[in-house]
């Protein structure tokens, strides 16, 4: 969560996310102790309100698209997909990426609400909410994803590593 963040980007997220706290919790070790709070309090505002510190410099850009995928996002192979119910969001992530010169597909609708989802783990069966997504990295765009976003998550991380030499 905001501990995956870093740098800059999560220095300024942790400032704006944590000023209504209780000056107490912000002691040492307070601000990941309440990072659970303090990502629910991320989720609850509008992200445009976000976009200052986002846009702030490109590290604190990065951190973000770094912090999203790792959240929303899915690696197989050269297949490096967002997934999201908010075509606002995935519509910003997209303008974000090509500012690093990552390329995108378009947004393409995904799954429709109502639907069926089967848990492969449990097989619980789900009805989904709300609609569904996708944003695309092109993977002639990879290794620039790479160099400039990457995940905090090792084993997202290895997959992208993988996937790389196989971009000729």
């Not at 992200?47 to 410099?57: A, C, K, V």
């Not at 597909?105 to 609609?131: C, Q």
Request: a positive charge; one cysteine or more; proline letters at 3%.
């Amino acid at each position: 969560m905001l501990k995956s963040l870093g740098g800059a980007w999560e220095e300024s997220l942790v400032d704006l996310l944590t000023r209504k706290l209780d000056e107490v919790t912000r002691g040492t070790g307070g601000l990941f102790r309440n990072a659970a709070s303090c990502y629910t309090q991320f989720l609850k505002r509008p992200w445009q309100s976000l976009r200052p510190w986002i846009e702030q410099e490109t590290k604190c850009t990065s951190g973000f698209l770094r912090a999203f995928y790792d959240g929303e996002g899915s690696i197989s192979g050269r297949s490096l997909i967002l997934y999201n119910t908010r075509s606002d969001i995935l519509l910003y992530i997209r303008v974000l990426l090509s500012k690093l010169n990552i390329e995108t597909t378009e947004l393409h609708f995904g799954t429709k609400a109502g639907t069926e989802l089967v848990d492969p783990l449990n097989g619980k069966t789900y009805i989904r909410n709300s609609d569904c997504f996708t944003l695309r990295i092109r993977a002639r765009s990879l290794p620039q994803f790479a160099r400039g976003v990457g995940f905090m998550i090792a084993r997202k991380q290895q997959m992208l590593g993988e996937a790389l030499p196989k971009i000729g």
